[in-house]
């Protein structure tokens, strides 16, 4: 198994996707990239760390290949628009790749350049090595299921 942490605005719609690929298992959301440990939502929101909102799982890649995973984050947003520079000074909503292996990081900048050929507008994505990963609060874990279930 293989690990991945992808960034790609709101960490709740992103989580959903990912816990449905063949292969993809015990995702959770949490935060990424910034300059505090432990940092609370709160914090995030605030912009007072510096982290990204992120998704991170494991992948058996003999059932779902590091590339095809990266296919489906390319739709999840738009990695045209660089919130790096919002109004708020906010990031948390950022456009990332946090890479695990160089092998990953290789994917990611090949995925990324095909993207742009293919989109003709400059990508601004960040793809950069992972660094420590923060869990969420729980009521963020599997957000959108829990929604689901509660209005059953």
């Known amino acids: 198994m293989e690990l991945a942490t992808l960034g790609a605005g709101c960490f709740w719609g992103i989580e959903t996707a990912f816990s449905r690929v063949p292969g993809a298992s015990k995702t959770s959301v949490g935060f990424m990239g910034g300059r505090t440990d432990n940092p609370s939502y709160y914090a995030v929101c605030v912009g007072n760390t510096g982290h990204a909102e992120v998704v991170q799982f494991r ?28 109004l708020d000074g906010t990031s948390q909503y950022r456009s990332v790749i946090f890479f695990h292996t160089p092998e990953q990081e290789a994917v990611a900048l090949q995925s990324r350049k095909i993207i742009e050929i293919l989109n003709r507008d400059p990508i601004a994505t960040e793809i950069v090595t992972a660094g420590p990963y923060f869990l969420a609060e729980e009521y963020h874990q599997q957000y959108e299921a829990k929604q689901r279930r509660r209005k059953i």
Not at 63 to 70: A, C, E, F, V
Request: aromatic content about 14%; hydrophobic content about 40%.
């Open 59 to 86: 992948f058996d890649p003999a059932i779902t290949s590091y590339d095809s995973l990266l296919d489906l984050f390319w739709t999840l947003h738009d990695p045209t628009i660089s919130l790096r520079n919002d």
